[in-house]
């Protein structure tokens, strides 16, 4: 399975911070914002991933991220000139999928909780149909909203509903088999003039072919796309790493759990940014693994 983040966009909700760069690079507390939807691509095992971003902040994308060998990946980039819409994605992407599945991720999109690693790595053993995600949200009315029978399969999708039927909000991160690519080739852009995700789920749901996994209470996702967002995300990700010691959102981190990179390799990414505390909490991840792990 390959991946794809889509860190495009304007940003406007977010002005006048985003003028200069992109809303995916502003810090949420320790580390760019691109960082935690990156390593949710990698928590999945995806090492093939695609950064679709605008002309304006390509470069700047390329700079933090490079072509990702130094964290055992590989990171391509494309730009998308203008918003077309999410679905946009899958025809901006299409040499580089082929035939292959693909997870798609928001580059705004933050996700922690238990198990969240063995979640993604089942759902990127997905073959065919599509996969999305539930999660239970108080103002549902600002997202796409599943409609779920008794059993909890999914019966509709609506975006951004006056009167939501259900209160599970669908997070930005999709898992779909190979024919992604030709359906969203036959979209018809919406009244907005884009062309939409919600479109491609009802044609996985029109061909019975699209399942939702409901996260649980344990789960957290924010959208970071408000100030406010970003100031909930920050003080998240402080209390929980100080808490626990350990970082969420840290792409070294998990390139080194899963052996993409050894303990060399970690202790040389630290200590290239050894005067930041992000810098120093690799270094002392890197002491706890041992002299197998080098």
Known sequence: MKGILLAGGTGSRLYPATRACSKQLLPVYDKPMVYYPLTVLMMAGIREILVITTPRDRSLFERLLSDGSHLGISLRYAVQDRPGGIAQAFLIAGDFLERSPVCLVLGDTFLHGPGLREMLSRAAELLRGG??????????????????????????????????????????LYFYDHT???IAEGLVPSGRGELEITDINRAYLDRGELSAELLGSGYTWLDMGTFEDLAQASSFVRTVQDRRGG????????????????????????????????????????????????
């Open 247 to 294: 970082m969420i959102g840290c792409p070294e981190e998990i390139a080194a759990r899963l052996g993409y990179i050894g303990k060399k390799d970690l202790i040389r990414l630290a200590e290239a940014q050894a005067q930041s505390s992000y810098g120093r909490c690799l270094m002392r991840l890197a002491d706890g693994f041992g002299k197998d792990d080098a």
């Open 131 to 172: 996969l999305i995600f539930g999660y239970e949200v108080k103002d549902p009315e600002r997202y796409g909203v599943l409609s779920l029978d008794a059993g909890g399969r999914v019966t509709a999708i609506t975006e951004k509903p006056s009167r939501p039927a259900s209160s599970f909000a669908v997070p930005g």
């Open 180 to 182: 992604v690519r030709s």
